[in-house]
């Protein structure tokens, strides 16, 4: 306040005082972001995003991601010619350099397949000893024990292979072997697994993965879950006791294991209607309401208990959306996004129709200091970066306010 006492403005005192005045923020726009970068080049400065970053114009490649989203373009549309290539300087190779090379990665633990060796060294080999394999060998190394690839597969191999693997794995089931290794090569010998194994004289191996019901089994599975107290019966289990025996509530009088519920009725459907309030009913009980009064809804009118609202409505995205980013929240995670794709399609339409983007280019400097902060190790972009620019100058200047490192290009 003592500046303004005595002088009429910062400025003024500051000439007063003799003190250089700070950089003010550049005013970015398309047409100076062109002009800027024409001057650039005149000045003998690369036009690559490298080149400048080094002569320190991280203010000019901000604003060129900015307002035209890429530096071929900004180049294009101020007339520029792209930058030459740099050619680095051809190493030399010779006979004795390419078996140095070789051995020393296998020293190092590297692989040198084909496949796996460096390209530049790969060339080199081929270059001087015509192929790989002779360069492998010239070096002390036996290239069919290097090789990534082996020979194919013989049919004895094949059955030695499959009762090793019955041996050490009495319990696979014929599913795993599609991701054996040697899975090609058994359709390729034998035409299907079935007949691989049937070659390899294995009987009951692999393990079927799904057994064979019977009413036996279907009773058998009823007393072991009565005795080991679980109450719920998986679809397959429910779907066998249908066909052997009609009704899950006749496979339980067979076997003599308690009912898990008696029978439904319109007093019983209408009590746990009223318990259950607004929560959501559960399959038995939406399955007696659809038997009893033709639907849901009709039963809880009948029980003078009201719908439950739905979870996530349009209007509720859009509010949520909206609170989230006035308090500078612009990330969306589960549920909030299935429900942002169910009722708008994607994202962005859901992002449009709460206003987001209005809402940021209303942002005070607090808000969005703090939603730099958060996007530190990420670029900025979209909304965000149209308001950083309009503060601060750029989002470099941002990034620099918000104490938080300028990230590379």
């Not at 942002?363 to 308001?387: C, D, Y």
């Given at each position: 306040?003592?500046?303004?006492?005595?002088?009429?403005?910062?400025?003024?005192?500051?000439?007063?005082?003799?003190?250089?005045?700070?950089?003010?923020?550049?005013?970015?726009?398309?047409?100076?972001?062109?002009?800027?970068?024409?001057?650039?080049?005149?000045?003998?400065?690369?036009?690559?995003?490298?080149?400048?970053?080094?002569?320190?114009?991280?203010?000019?490649?901000?604003?060129?991601?900015?307002?035209?989203?890429?530096?071929?373009?900004?180049?294009?549309?101020?007339?520029?010619?792209?930058?030459?290539?740099?050619?680095?300087?051809?190493?030399?190779?010779?006979?004795?350099?390419?078996?140095?090379?070789?051995?020393?990665?296998?020293?190092?633990?590297?692989?040198?397949?084909?496949?796996?060796?460096?390209?530049?060294?790969?060339?080199?080999?081929?270059?001087?000893?015509?192929?790989?394999?002779?360069?492998?060998?010239?070096?002390?190394?036996?290239?069919?024990?290097?090789?990534?690839?082996?020979?194919?597969?013989?049919?004895?191999?094949?059955?030695?292979?499959?009762?090793?693997?019955?041996?050490?794995?009495?319990?696979?089931?014929?599913?795993?072997?599609?991701?054996?290794?040697?899975?090609?090569?058994?359709?390729?010998?034998?035409?299907?697994?079935?007949?691989?194994?049937?070659?390899?004289?294995?009987?009951?191996?692999?393990?079927?993965?799904?057994?064979?019901?019977?009413?036996?089994?279907?009773?058998?599975?009823?007393?072991?879950?009565?005795?080991?107290?679980?109450?719920?019966?998986?679809?397959?289990?429910?779907?066998?006791?249908?066909?052997?025996?009609?009704?899950?509530?006749?496979?339980?009088?067979?076997?003599?294991?308690?009912?898990?519920?008696?029978?439904?009725?319109?007093?019983?459907?209408?009590?746990?209607?009223?318990?259950?309030?607004?929560?959501?009913?559960?399959?038995?009980?939406?399955?007696?309401?659809?038997?009893?009064?033709?639907?849901?809804?009709?039963?809880?009118?009948?029980?003078?208990?009201?719908?439950?609202?739905?979870?996530?409505?349009?209007?509720?995205?859009?509010?949520?959306?909206?609170?989230?980013?006035?308090?500078?929240?612009?990330?969306?995670?589960?549920?909030?996004?299935?429900?942002?794709?169910?009722?708008?399609?994607?994202?962005?339409?859901?992002?449009?129709?709460?206003?987001?983007?209005?809402?940021?280019?209303?942002?005070?400097?607090?808000?969005?200091?703090?939603?730099?902060?958060?996007?530190?190790?990420?670029?900025?972009?979209?909304?965000?970066?149209?308001r950083c620019v309009r503060l601060f100058g750029s989002a470099g200047d941002a990034r620099l306010a918000a104490g938080v490192p300028e990230r590379g290009f």
């Amino acid at each position: 306040m003592a500046i303004f006492r005595h002088f009429e403005s910062l400025r003024s005192a500051r000439d007063a005082a003799g003190v250089e005045h700070p950089p003010q923020a550049r005013k970015w726009s398309l047409d100076r972001v062109v002009d800027e970068l024409k001057r650039v080049y005149a000045s003998g400065v690369d036009t690559t995003a490298s080149a400048l970053l080094t002569a320190g114009r991280q203010d000019l490649v901000v604003a060129i991601y900015t307002y035209v989203r890429s530096i071929v373009r900004a180049r294009r549309m101020a007339k520029i010619p792209p930058p030459r290539r740099r050619w680095s300087e051809a190493e030399r190779w010779d006979e004795e350099r390419v078996i140095a090379e070789i051995i020393a990665c296998h020293a190092n633990g590297e692989s040198i397949a084909a496949s796996k060796a460096p390209s530049k060294l790969l060339c080199a080999g081929q270059r001087y000893f015509k192929t790989w394999r002779n360069a492998v060998e010239s070096a002390g190394f036996d290239y069919d024990e290097i090789l990534l690839l082996r020979r194919p597969y013989a049919k004895q191999e094949i059955c030695e292979l499959l009762r090793k693997l019955a041996r050490d794995r009495p319990s696979i089931q014929l599913a795993e072997l599609y991701d054996h290794r040697s899975y090609s090569a058994m359709i390729r010998l034998y035409g299907s697994l079935p007949r691989a194994v049937r070659a390899a004289g294995l009987g009951d191996w692999p393990v079927p993965r799904y057994k064979k019901w019977s009413r036996r089994r279907v009773i058998a599975e009823l007393r072991a879950r009565a005795a080991a107290g679980i109450r719920r019966s998986d679809a397959t289990l429910q779907e066998a006791a249908t066909l052997y025996f009609g009704s899950m509530r006749a496979a339980r009088a067979a076997a003599r294991v308690p009912q898990l519920r008696g029978v439904w009725s319109k007093e019983r459907v209408v009590t746990e209607l009223r318990a259950l309030g607004e929560r959501f009913p559960d399959r038995n009980l939406a399955v007696a309401c659809e038997r009893l009064f033709g639907g849901v809804v009709a039963a809880r009118r009948a029980a003078g208990v009201a719908a439950p609202p739905p979870k996530w409505s349009a209007e509720r995205v859009i509010e949520v959306l909206r609170t989230r980013a006035r308090g500078g929240e612009l990330s969306v995670e589960e549920p909030l996004l299935s429900a942002c794709l169910r009722q708008f399609g994607t994202l962005a339409a859901a992002r449009r129709a709460a206003g987001v983007d209005e809402i940021v280019a209303a942002w005070p400097k607090t808000v969005l200091l703090e939603v730099v902060r958060g996007l530190a190790p990420n670029w900025i972009r979209g909304a965000v970066a149209t308001r950083c620019v309009r503060l601060f100058g750029s989002a470099g200047d941002a990034r620099l306010a918000a104490g938080v490192p300028e990230r590379g290009f």
